[in-house]
């Protein structure tokens, strides 16, 4: 990390592959949101200005890649917030690894994920005002439906990666009315972003 940060910068820290420009959510600054893995990393976070790489990575992340938010807005969290942000190690694991806005400089792939990732690696699932189980309708997961709008979005951008083709063929076989609901059910919580 701290080599790429010496060969790359300043240029590493305006990288937008995906050219997501949205804000972060007003709930990444108090941790008011009813998504219980999400309440849970950013109260803990604020609190102690620390918390696991997992938590870094496949939920706060996560969330915010998904979302379509704008790197230099997910920098200015992670650097704000945690006690160990040192800049060359915190803007390559943000916006390189976490945010793949460098397109692959670090990361072989975006690490998104939906509930079923988090609920294998943590205990926020199960007590979640919102159900893992469920993609679309009444209190279905939010990352559920916004990890196949992603994949959707970017589809012209990472199609050909190896590691990502077989995401695209589950995509492509899924049913036409399926995943128009998936869309949908993101769009909406795109929209409702900060009563998430
Ligand atoms: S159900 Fe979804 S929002 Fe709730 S804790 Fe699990 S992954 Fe997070």
Sequence with gaps: MRGIYWHKMPEFATLNFFNNTEKLPNWYWTGKTKMNCLKDAIKQSLTFAYAHHIQRLMITGNFALLAG????????????????????????????????????????????????????????????????????????????????????????????????????KLWHNMKPEDKTALLQQADYYLKHINEL
């Design 69 to 168: 938010t704008d790197p230099s807005e997910v920098d200015a969290w992670y650097l704000g917030i945690y006690i160990d942000a040192l800049h060359w190690v915190e803007i390559t694991n943000t916006r390189g690894m976490s945010q793949f806005a460098d397109g692959g400089i670090i990361g072989t792939k975006p690490y998104v994920s939906s509930a079923s990732y988090i609920d294998k690696m943590s205990h926020y699932c199960g007590t979640c005002f919102y159900n893992k189980a469920k993609k679309t309708g009444d209190k279905a997961c939010p990352f559920n439906s916004l990890y196949w709008n992603f994949y959707d979005r970017h589809e012209s951008k990472l199609a050909q990666n190896p590691r990502i083709g077989m995401m695209y």
